[in-house]
């Protein structure tokens, strides 16, 4: 088995003051990688802000040889976070969109604020993050990013609606990045992660936070970063060293024909029909969706046009 390397390659990681992100930084760096190390050192419910979270992880990194900086912006700057490594090491070979914060509260509840803070940290900050990279990783014709993706965006949780709405999106943007970046060898990625963490010691035991390593979670990481992983588009859960992907799953589905497909009476009567499981598919693409609908409608032919790059 060939080891995974990263020498000379630079590894951007956010919110690697602590938790998995200092354990991404300190998998990447024990493999060669030039990691910049991005924490904006606030509370776990994004309030406040210092430099001792991402010096630390500097230091440890440091102490066994490796190479890293530090950056203390936001996510919200991607381009401040990206400009680090560029001056730093010259480009950006590996991105992981980690950073996050929690404001949990039952949506009765939800502030607007609630909302709005965690949609800029999680969504926007990953944007803006990746979008500095995004030309520099088309440049050099290659490119890694994995996105942060959880249990209770796929799943749903109860009081965590701000969250999930953020953590399932992420993956819509896995897979439109998994697409567009094919042609210049750019995989997006993303991970559900379990994983002792100031986020996760409020809502679990101690021996299970204590138990739950995410140096588990960093392995899969680093291996979807590799230079030969072919893997893009994907969603992975992993915790403890479990690791298992997804995909969707659709029913064969029902058929109306004429003024029936247009009456909500004949729909309810076919609904648990059309939630019958057996011999179900597993769409991977627009197109698995696109091709029944157009042939249902004469137009076998019709495909949804790529955008030109
Ligand atoms: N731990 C889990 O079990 C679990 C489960 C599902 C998803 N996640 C996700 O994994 C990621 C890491 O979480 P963790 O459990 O290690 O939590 P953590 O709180 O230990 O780490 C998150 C880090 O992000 C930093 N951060 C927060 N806002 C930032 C910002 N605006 N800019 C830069 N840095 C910022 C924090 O300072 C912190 O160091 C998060 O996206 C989280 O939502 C974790």
Not at 222 to 239: F, H, K, P, Q, R
Not at 255 to 264: E, F, K, M, R
Request: hydrophobic share 45%.
């Amino acid at each position: 088995m060939n080891s995974i390397r990263f020498d000379q390659k630079t590894v951007v990681v956010t919110g690697a003051g602590g938790g998995l992100g200092r354990a991404y930084a300190l998998a990447f760096a024990r493999r060669g990688a030039r990691v910049v190390v991005n924490d904006l050192g606030g509370s776990g419910s994004g309030e406040g802000q210092s430099a001792s979270a991402a010096d630390a992880v500097v230091e440890e990194i440091r102490a066994f040889g490796g190479e890293a900086v530090a950056n203390y912006n936001s996510v919200e700057d991607g381009d401040k976070i990206i400009q680090t490594a560029l001056d730093n090491y010259g480009r950006v070979d590996v991105l992981i969109n980690n950073a996050g914060i929690l404001r949990d509260s039952s949506f009765a509840k939800m502030t607007a604020q609630d909302w709005d803070l965690i949609q800029t940290v999680h969504m926007k900050g990953a944007f803006s993050v990746t979008k500095a990279a995004w030309p520099v990783m088309r440049e050099q014709n290659f490119g890694r990013i994995i996105f942060t993706a959880s249990a209770a965006g796929i799943y749903g949780n109860f009081g965590q609606a701000n969250y999930s709405a953020a953590k399932l999106g992420l993956f819509g943007l896995t897979q439109t990045l998994a697409i567009e970046g094919a042609k210049n060898n750019i995989k997006a990625n993303c991970i559900a992660p379990i994983a002792g963490s100031r986020l996760t010691e409020t809502i679990m035991p101690a021996d299970v936070v204590a138990a739950l390593k995410p140096e588990a979670v960093a392995a899969l990481v680093v291996s979807l970063c590799a230079e030969d992983c072919e893997e893009s588009g994907a969603l992975y859960e992993t915790g403890a060293g479990w690791t298992a992907k997804l995909r969707w799953e659709r029913s064969q589905g029902v058929i109306l024909h004429g003024a029936d497909a247009q009456d909500a009476d004949q729909v309810a009567a076919q609904l648990a029909a059309a939630g019958d499981f057996t011999g179900a598919e597993h769409p991977a693409s627009i197109q698995d969706t696109f091709t029944p609908v157009m042939s249902r409608i004469g137009a076998s032919q019709a495909k949804p046009e790529p955008q030109k790059a």
